[in-house]
């Protein structure tokens, strides 16, 4: 007797039907020709990679999102790409030769092995835009710009865009490392919620008053872009490279070139992504949607030149998160 086939999709694999369909390729196809427009280049990176490229100590916590698998062929571990911005990093370090700034963008499909919280699945399409070998504040203000020039080009506007320096939360930890903390993820779970009651609850786990109090004032770091004046006040324990960090994001927000439709929102305290992200972080939020539309930041890219580490600074977004809210014809 044949065994009965169910043709249900596995939980958090989702198909798209028209209209919806069309709307997403629509979107896809605009987001790329901006890009395209901008002077970055298309790049089309393979679905499956072997296991050992995915993540590393730059992201090592991106392999832990990944389908693995053994490759009969090989007999090594193949992935199935949980994130394309890395792959794009592998690009422009192994695959161009030039040591000149490059800029990159790419859209495709990506697969977690867990199910996102933002729309209840493990596969979507990303879409993003790289800016590899250039070090400046000008990237930094480019990639920004860019990514809320994608949101508007997609008919979303009344924007708030979160900045945030990740070199501030890697001071704090080094602070609190001092004591050889084993629940440091506890620390950054309370500070991703923002509560006070948890930090304070960490009061038994080892922690100094001082930092103790450090952690209370990073909490409340949010707000407008006046609370970095408060900032650099309250952050003086962690001495001239915060006041660094902080000069820094204050010129940023001075040089932005954004319009009335988009509101600065600064996030002292935001922890996402810290470990990857090694200077600015940014992101952009709407008002009817609990969580970000896209999201970016300076990180370290794979070095063309051993020792010598490739800067770069992009953004992605979640195309199926982005649908809802947008308005094109």
């Known amino acids: 007797?044949?065994?009965?086939?169910?043709?249900?999709?596995?939980?958090?694999?989702?198909?798209?039907?028209?209209p919806k369909a069309m709307k997403v390729e629509k979107l896809r196809r605009k987001l790329i020709d901006l890009y395209v427009s901008s002077g970055y280049e298309f790049i089309l990176p393979p679905l499956?990679?072997?296991?050992?490229?995915?993540?590393?100590?730059?992201?090592?916590?991106?392999?832990?999102?990944?389908?693995?698998?053994?490759?009969?062929?090989?007999?090594?571990?193949?992935?199935?790409?949980?994130?394309?911005?890395?792959q794009a990093s592998r690009i422009d370090a192994y695959r161009i030769e030039s040591i000149k700034p490059v800029r990159l963008c790419y859209a495709g499909d990506v697969v977690k092995n867990k199910i996102s919280p933002i729309h209840r699945s493990r596969t979507t399409i990303q879409v993003g835009a790289e800016i590899y070998g250039d070090h400046s504040m000008d990237a930094d203000l480019e990639s920004i710009q860019l990514m809320i020039k994608s949101l508007i080009n997609l008919g979303i506007d009344t924007i708030t865009l979160s900045?945030?320096?990740?070199?501030?939360?890697?001071?704090?930890?080094?602070?609190?490392?001092?004591?050889?903390?084993?629940?440091?993820?506890?620390?950054e779970a309370a500070l991703s919620r923002k509560s006070q009651s948890d930090i304070r609850a960490l009061n038994n786990k080892d922690l100094t008053e001082d930092q103790i109090n450090l952690l209370l004032d990073l909490c409340n770091l949010y707000g407008k872009k006046e609370i970095i004046d408060s900032a650099h006040k309250k952050l003086?324990?962690?001495?001239?490279?915060?006041?660094?960090?902080?000069?820094?994001?204050?010129?940023?927000?001075?040089n932005l070139d954004l319009d009335e439709r988009v509101k600065i929102h600064i996030d002292l305290g935001e922890v996402h992504g810290f470990r990857y992200h090694n200077g600015i972080v940014f992101s952009a939020f709407i008002e009817n949607a609990g969580y970000c539309l896209s999201k970016g930041g300076r990180y370290d890219g794979l070095s063309k030149v051993e020792n010598l580490p490739r800067s770069a600074v992009g953004f992605d977004l979640d195309l199926l998160a982005v649908v809802n809210f947008a308005n094109i014809p």
């Open 1 to 18: 007797m044949a065994t009965k086939i169910d043709w249900n999709l596995p939980e958090g694999v989702e198909e798209i039907l028209p």
């Open 48 to 86: 499956i990679e072997f296991s050992e490229t995915l993540g590393g100590e730059a992201h090592e916590e991106l392999s832990s999102y990944a389908f693995t698998f053994e490759d009969e062929l090989s007999g090594k571990n193949l992935s199935i790409r949980p994130d394309i911005s890395e």
């Open 163 to 187: 900045l945030g320096h990740a070199g501030l939360i890697s001071l704090v930890m080094e602070e609190l490392g001092k004591n050889n903390l084993s629940h440091i993820q506890d620390i």
């Open 236 to 254: 003086k324990i962690l001495g001239k490279e915060a006041k660094d960090y902080l000069s820094y994001l204050e010129r940023v927000v001075e």
